[in-house]
């Protein structure tokens, strides 16, 4: 017995010494798997040494005469608090911890005793301090990528607009992003205004049909239900409650997804490496990360097709504004739009990026194949972290004609079902010919009302 508390001492120790640190060692080995709760340093990791680095050689124009004639970003807000729901989960957690132990000692239980509940449900989703800096870092990042579009001059002529949603984090991001670009460039004359445009940036509250049918309706995401009841997910809860000394009847699918998010929330707006991310290794958080992906599939991505048509007005407001920026380009006049920034939420971006085809994987995502789905391509750690940000930019390559390059999270991205590697700067009339469905149909109205109810057929 004796021996068995020198043993736990020094674990304790070591522990608690690894979990204050605050170097890039102290980043939790799960921290890749955290779904749309991620740091976007996570998902482009040499941004940990230097935060404005940019890789411009992975912008690869198909000529050195390529020249930039048009940027359209669509950016998710940054860094934000837990919505109240999560705080109450997270409080529950912290409560039977403290109180609901057996006999058995648990000296990582121990160490979350000594840890302190600073989450509040007034912070409801609300953008922290490390999510206005996500926003200007990322317009310092873009204005060095793409140095002849977001510049000085363009900003102060007036050719940079900017898109918001109406929810505070979003106007507060824009507002973060905007002061990126002013702090950098000195400019205290002049101020920048933005639009809100809920239509636009949260279409999903506005369709009818998506609401009904998948946003409401518990049976659309009936495989998140079944995985978080199947052998994996039960499998991580109960070695949650061993480490804890916690009856596993205790540990519901709700408080294991609270502890994965307190260690995610810590890390990304404390920057900390949290002891409540060693009640995961590895293996549990890729469970986890696919109950998050799963859902995010039924409710946003390839699960139902209402999910991708719900962006049906953003998908034609981009085309029209780079319908315009072309045809102003060969009429030589000055391209009026030169960038425009559209600042929303992983919900905006993850049903435009389905409706185009990006991260199709062969089979859907269900509660029986996770172990086959290892390899899939659709995985939210890496396409929706905090700041995530969805551009196309428009090239005028001469006599290699205009050029459209889609990029996410500053990595250039392959059009669906295009291998050749010019694939990912297509002649902008084969991209068009590509959607050419999309673009004659795809009509927010229509697809968006009620079907009849078949009751009435
Ligand atoms: C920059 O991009 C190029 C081309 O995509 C890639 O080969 C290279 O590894 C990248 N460099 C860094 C530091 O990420
Ligand atoms: C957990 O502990 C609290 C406080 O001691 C007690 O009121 C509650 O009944 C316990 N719950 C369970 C399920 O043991
Ligand atoms: C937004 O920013 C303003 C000014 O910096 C700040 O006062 C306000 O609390 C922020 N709001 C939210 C919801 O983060
Ligand atoms: C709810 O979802 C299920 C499964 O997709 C579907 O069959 C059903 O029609 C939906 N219910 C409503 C009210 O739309």
Redesign the pocket.
Known sequence: MMFFHFYCFIIFCCVHRHVTLKDEESIPPIAKYFNTKGRYEEVNPYLRQDILAVNRSSLQPPSSQCREIHLTAIIRHGT?YPTAKTVRDMQQLHNIVLNNFTEEQSWLRETLTQWTMWYTEDMD????QK??EDLKHLAVRLSKLFPTIISEEKLRGGLIKFITSSK??C??ST?SFKAGLTEMWAITDVEFGHEVNDALMRFFDHCTRFVQEVDKNSSAVIEVDKFKQGLEMMRVQKKIAEHLGISSSLITYDLAEAAFLLCSYELAVKAVNSPWCLLFDEDDAKVMEYASDLREFWKRGYGHDINSKSSCLLFHDLFSRLDKAVNENTLHQQVTEAVTVQIGHADTLLPLLTLLGFFKDAVPLTSANYASQAQRSFRTSRMLPYAANFLLVLYDCGEEGIRLQPLLNEQPLTFPGLTDQQASMLLYEDVRKRYRDLLSGCDFEAECQLLRNPAEV
Do not use: A
């Open positions: 934000r989703g609300r953008l922290v999510g206005v505070h984090r106007v507060n507002l």
